[in-house]
């Protein structure tokens, strides 16, 4: 099992910027491909971006694509997410998550994630 700790959510105005971090620890943390989910009131839970366990291939949902960037340092063994460009439809609660398998050599689908952190708020508003 892989423990996962968010932070750095906030409130921002739109248009600006935050980083979210996660810091996993456990047996295997360092070999499973990471997660950034997001839940906004009312609404499913979406697949926001993904990072396999050596960082050489990522995964962004359409509406983050070309403002979120992420990133992980396997000797923190920390996943981060980069949020540019903030808009008022990014407020959500945001979670980590670790993938159920080791050394995927693509991201995981949204489905196959099996640890989870706890949630950070980031809310977008003037």
């Known amino acids: 099992q892989v423990q996962l700790v968010e932070s750095g959510g906030g409130l921002v105005q739109p248009g600006g910027s935050l980083r979210l971090s996660c810091a996993a620890s456990?047996?295997?943390?360092?070999?499973?491909?990471m997660g950034w989910f997001r839940q906004a009131p009312g609404k499913e839970q979406e697949f926001v971006a993904g990072?396999?366990?050596?960082?050489?291939?990522?995964y962004y949902d359409d509406s983050v694509k070309g403002r979120f960037t992420i990133s992980r340092d396997n000797a923190k063994i920390t996943v981060y997410l980069q949020m540019n460009s903030l808009k008022p439809e990014d407020t959500a609660v945001y979670y980590c998550?670790?993938?159920?398998?080791?050394?995927?050599?693509?991201?995981?689908?949204?489905?196959?994630?099996?640890?989870w952190g706890q949630g950070t708020q980031v809310t977008v508003s003037s």
């Open positions: 456990g047996r295997t943390s360092d070999r499973r491909a």
């Open positions: 990072i396999t366990w050596n960082g050489q291939n990522t």
């Open positions: 998550a670790a993938s159920r398998a080791i050394y995927t050599a693509n991201v995981p689908a949204g489905s196959d994630y099996a640890d």
